[in-house]
């Protein structure tokens, strides 16, 4: 299983005192020495972390592979074509998420997906579609022609997450947490079936495929046992940890978890 790590992080810990410290571009060494495989960033439209010109110099000095997230409007694309990354990935954005909240509506932008995908592909970029788990939007991701598709898979960790914390909750009485855990257990499981068949689904049209958003410590066994997926995408629970043990260590963490 491959580990692309977001960096985003260490540049939203630098834009909350809008000044140059801690550099992304710092990040790259450590990840590399880590035997991470990939770096991902993501250029918002906003710049509320990510800027031009992290990108860019990450994009020239990075040893690892760069995947660049950016949203469809044809201004971005013409700043990614010129960028030149290994990879970008689609996704959708909303100028008032505080992170991004679902995947890429392919039928409504069809026209518009298709045409950045032509222009960043004779740019000689590999691209990725952020999708949610369906089976609509994986055939839609093969008839675009792209490399990739990454399952978003925030659903799945916000029901593990309400499922863990009713957990940590337990002064309530067992009979009341029942009904709800059981709910909860079941569409998590739903959850986890829909991105397998989703990521076998993907496969089968050969598409490569990628998971993220929202994974971490805790829930990312039960994705990184989903054998059609051959690469996670992870940032905000890896840059958090690292606060503690160091990014280095961090990152062995997860490696060590998804093996
Ligand atoms: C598309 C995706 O899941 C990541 O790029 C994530 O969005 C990064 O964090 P922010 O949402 O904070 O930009
Ligand atoms: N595409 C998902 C990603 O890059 C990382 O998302 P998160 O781990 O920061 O939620």
Request: charged share 30%.
């Given at each position: 299983m491959l580990l692309g790590v977001n960096i985003d992080h260490i540049a939203v810990l630098r834009e909350a005192r809008k000044i140059n410290d801690p550099n992304p571009l710092d990040a790259l060494g450590v990840c590399k020495l880590a035997n991470a495989d990939q770096i991902t960033i993501h250029l918002r439209e906003d710049r509320r972390h990510i800027h031009d010109d992290d990108a860019k110099k990450i994009i020239q000095s990075s040893t690892l592979p760069v995947n660049l997230e950016c949203s469809i409007n044809e201004q971005i694309i013409d700043i990614v074509c010129k960028l030149k990354p290994q990879r970008a990935t689609l996704v959708p954005e909303n100028r008032e998420e505080v992170t991004t909240?679902?995947?890429?509506?392919?039928?409504?932008?069809?026209?518009?997906?298709?045409n950045a995908i032509k222009?960043?592909?004779e740019n000689e970029i590999e691209v990725s579609l952020f999708i949610d788990p369906c089976k609509k939007m994986i055939e839609l991701s093969s008839k675009l022609n792209v490399e990739w598709v990454e399952l978003h898979t925030g659903r799945f960790a916000n029901i593990y997450a309400m499922l863990h914390s009713n957990l940590i909750n337990s002064h309530h009485s067992i009979k009341e947490l029942e009904l709800p855990r059981c709910e909860l257990n079941k569409l998590l499981k739903e959850s986890r079936k829909e991105i397998k068949k989703a990521a076998n689904k993907a496969v089968e049209l050969d598409l490569k495929v990628a998971a993220g958003h929202g994974l971490n410590y805790q829930n990312v066994k039960k994705i990184s046992s989903i054998k059609s997926i051959s690469e996670l995408n992870i940032g905000q629970s890896i840059i958090a940890r690292s606060v503690?043990?160091?990014?280095?260590q961090a990152i062995l963490d997860m490696k060590e978890l998804i093996k």
């Open positions: 909240e679902g995947g890429l509506d392919l039928e409504t932008n069809y026209k518009k997906i298709e222009k960043l592909q503690y043990t160091g990014l280095y």
